[in-house]
């Protein structure tokens, strides 16, 4: 099946700064690659989700790439502030084939954000 | 409440018990999802249900034993569970079973004692 690996697994920057998330997978059949957000107590959330025919994608301050022929995908979060603190989870998942709807979540990562 | 909701919110339940969990979503949702999140685990599957049918059991032990009686509610069966049991159940609904956003209940916090 599929394997997701996310790095770092925690990720402390200053407020303003940028913050990178990267994650890999092994199955080239993925074709959607979501990003949630969980802040501490909470459900997780979805922030931003990309499908394999685009190479990027943005919403303000947060941007996905991804790059299909190497299997990596990255969440980029520019200008942090003290709220985008929480545990981000990448995931991919595909539209066919046995697996249909299944999502295969990384290990998350901690992101703090310093005031 | 609108969403995904979930009860109870927390559980402490001995080995012996038997307890079940409830979600319900209020989205008009077909597809349902059963998550366990173990701490520094990734989020691990344990059922799908799509239009009330089971199309997954990510290899779940039989003390954990699912119910979908319809589209908006899905429930968890607890018995003879084990200690590592433990952790956060998170109850998911998504438009269909397929790559669409899941949306995510409030989970419950088991203790297995």
């Known amino acids: 099946g599929e394997n997701v690996e996310q790095h770092p697994s925690t990720l402390s920057v200053q407020e303003g700064d940028s913050a990178v998330i990267k994650c890999t997978y092994s199955d080239s059949a993925s074709n959607y690659f979501p990003w949630y957000k969980q802040e501490l107590g909470k459900r997780p959330q979805l922030i931003i989700d990309i499908r394999s025919n685009v190479g990027e994608k943005k919403d303000q301050r947060i941007a996905v790439t991804l790059n299909k022929t190497a299997k990596h995908f990255s969440l980029h979060i520019t200008e942090t502030q003290p709220e985008d603190s929480a545990v981000y989870f990448c995931a991919a998942g595909s539209w066919g084939g046995s697996t249909l709807g299944r999502l295969y979540f990384g290990r998350g990562t901690q992101l703090t954000v310093w005031p | 409440e609108t969403g995904v909701t979930q009860t109870p919110r927390h559980l402490v339940m001995g080995m012996t018990n038997k307890k079940s969990l409830k979600c319900e979503q209020h989205?008009?949702?077909?597809?349902m999802y059963w998550y366990k999140q173990s701490a520094k685990k990734p989020l691990e599957l344990m059922f799908v249900?799509?239009?009330?049918?089971?199309?997954e059991n990510n290899s779940v032990p039989s003390r954990f034993s699912p119910e979908c009686p319809n589209s908006s509610h899905l429930f968890l069966h607890l018995h003879t569970l084990q200690p590592e049991d433990s952790a956060l159940y998170l109850c998911a609904s998504s438009q269909g079973q397929g790559p669409y956003e899941q949306y995510f209940g409030p989970g419950t916090r088991l203790t297995v004692t």
């Open positions: 989205l008009g949702h077909n597809a």
């Open positions: 249900y799509n239009f009330k049918e089971q199309t």
